[in-house]
């Protein structure tokens, strides 16, 4: 069993940053890929980032390439996502999520997820 708490997100203007973290306990971290979802209001949940168990690899939505850093620190048990030039388009609710694979973009293949936190972007 894996618990995953975030925070960091908030009120934002286009343009601007947040960057939310996402600290986990229960078991090994680095058995875990990590990965960040985002669930908009009347949209399916869909995949932002990945960063696999020792950050050796990471994946991005091609809509967030550029703008958005995934990255973890083992020794504290924490994940990140650095969000710059935000978007109106990027207001969702942002999870963190772990899977034993390697790295997946399919919510279905993350066996543990946190609550959320809500990131909203003003035009």
């Known amino acids: 069993q894996v618990q995953l708490v975030e925070r960091g997100g908030g009120l934002v203007q286009a343009g601007g940053s947040l960057r939310l973290s996402c600290a986990a306990s229960?078991?090994?971290?680095?058995?875990?890929?990590m990965g960040w979802f985002r669930h908009g209001q009347g949209k399916e949940r869909e995949f932002v980032a990945a960063?696999?168990?020792?950050?050796?690899?990471?994946k991005y939505t091609d809509y967030v390439k550029g703008r958005f850093t995934i990255s973890r620190d083992n020794a504290k048990n924490m994940v990140y996502l650095q969000m710059n030039s935000l978007k109106p388009e990027d207001t969702a609710l942002y999870l963190c999520?772990?899977?034993?694979?390697?790295?997946?973009?399919?919510?279905?293949?993350?066996?543990?997820w946190g609550q959320g936190t809500q990131v909203t972007v003003s035009s």
């Open positions: 229960g078991r090994t971290f680095t058995n875990y890929c």
């Open positions: 960063v696999s168990q020792l950050t050796t690899f990471t």
């Open positions: 999520a772990a899977t034993l694979y390697g790295i997946r973009i399919l919510p279905a293949d993350y066996g543990y």
